[in-house]
């Protein structure tokens, strides 16, 4: 903890690098997997740009901005970075992962170090409880006095009669993601994500470059800035 009086120290800068990223995306229901390819780019001071085909997503810690590029529409929206302390995505959120939110339930775990494609790698482990499902209200109808149909929850179960078959009630499957971080370039080399709807497997190739130009991470001439929300 610093002195009283004494500014916070800031983290030494990481080398500048850029990931060529593949994604798989494997549905619960079984269906045909899925495939798709981003970049992502990392100055020494902490900035990040996610490409795919259709958007771009620029971070920059310092001014605690996201800037979301469609290159389609050519447009751009400013949106500002979440507060420390509240609710925030994972660190080492990769390209193509799913979005995983960090409330204060959300349970972290030290995988400890490894290597990748000979890459020395941290990994963390967060593990998000599943939401039980909310009851589901009732249906309106209409009460007729003294009417009970045969079947419904007010007519009277014959003597003997055995109660009706139950569904076994499955607990719901929590949200797990895996990250495995490079300890030099501080970028994901491999992410793994496991829900309810599914699992992704994100696996990044960094690689050390010379700095980036400034425009990598600002927004294109000739792109429209949306108003904010």
């Keep these: 903890m610093p002195a009283v009086g004494q500014p916070p120290q800031i983290p030494p800068p990481t080398p500048p690098s850029c990931s060529e990223c593949a ?21 020494g ?7 795919t085909p259709t958007t771009s997503v620029i971070s920059d810690p310092a001014s605690q901005h996201t800037i979301v590029l469609d290159h389609a529409k050519k447009e751009a929206t400013v949106i500002p ?10 660190a080492g959120a990769v390209p193509g992962g799913a979005a995983a939110a960090q409330p204060s339930s959300v349970q972290v775990e030290a995988l400890g170090k490894s290597t990748i494609e000979g890459h020395e790698v941290e990994g963390k ?3 998000l409880p599943a939401m039980p499902s909310p009851p589901k209200p009732p249906i309106p109808g209409i009460k007729m006095p003294g009417a ?3 079947g419904s929850p007010l007519a009277p179960k014959p003597p003997g009669a055995p109660a009706p078959p139950q569904a076994p009630k499955l607990p719901p499957k929590p949200s797990v993601t895996e990250v495995w971080t490079s300890v030099k370039l501080k970028t994901p080399v ?4 496991s829900t309810a709807a599914g699992e992704q497997t994100t696996y990044c190739k960094p ?8 425009s990598v991470f600002q927004i294109p001439p000739g792109y429209k800035i949306k108003p904010k929300l």
């Design 23 to 43: 994604t798989k995306t494997q549905p619960a229901a079984g269906g045909p997997p899925t495939q798709s390819a981003s970049r992502m780019w990392r100055s």
């Design 148 to 150: 009970k149909m045969p």
């Design 125 to 127: 482990r967060y593990t």
């Design 81 to 90: 970075m979440t507060p420390a302390g509240s609710a925030s995505t994972p």
């Design 207 to 214: 690689t050390e470059t010379a700095e980036h130009p400034p």
């Design 45 to 51: 001071d902490g900035k990040t740009r996610i490409d």
């Design 190 to 193: 491999l992410a793994k994500t």
